[in-house]
């Protein structure tokens, strides 16, 4: 096994390299066609959890949704919207949120972009990342275990919960104003990783106010 140094800097010259190649695909040695991106907005289906902090993913989805006139369809195990985003295509798993990587199962981590809530993150703060761990997030979780992590995050910071309330509750909860205000920034965010490539977003968007 590998010293814990050397094997942070080959996580992170893993994701370095995932970040510039994830959409010049069409370059690559196989000489195959570039996929399209899909944009997953995690959250959980019905109409009682449509404005918790667990559905940020699916508000940003429906953003994009509204700005490139897509219209959602039921697919197995998920809702989905074509776009002219990069001919993005919109994906919001009806699995509820612990079985989200089973509605993820017949795609390549590399396509994806996945949108969701963040407890590591101050309220209404937005950052890019590529790979990772699943942070508690059992979306992430689900969808690690089903496809692998190479793929890139938007994540949406919702903050920690007040002391004596459960994550579970917290999570469940009627977002902040602060993290409302925050999906128009999130879909912003995915339109410049699709336009310019996660490192150039994680540049734009990672940096402390």
Known sequence: MLPRRERALQDRTSRLRLARSFFKRAEQSSGGPTR???????????????????????????????????????????????TSLGNATLLKPTTFMNNSGSALATYRPEDLIVVHDDLDLEAGTVRVKVGGGAGGHNGLRSIIQNIGNDFVRVRIGIGRPPAGMSVTDYVLSRMDPDVKDAIPTAA????????????????????RA
Not at 45 to 64: F, I, K, M, Q, W
Not at 68 to 78: E, F, Q, T
């Open 36 to 82: 399209p991106p899909v944009v997953v907005g995690l959250g959980n289906p019905g109409r009682s959890y449509e404005r918790t902090r667990h559905n940020a993913g699916y508000l940003v989805a429906d953003e994009l949704a509204k700005r490139y006139n897509g219209s959602w369809r039921k697919k197995k195990r998920a809702e989905a919207a074509s």
């Open 188 to 207: 912003d965010a995915v339109e410049f990783v699709i336009e310019h490539g996660p490192e150039a977003a994680m540049n734009r968007f990672n940096v």
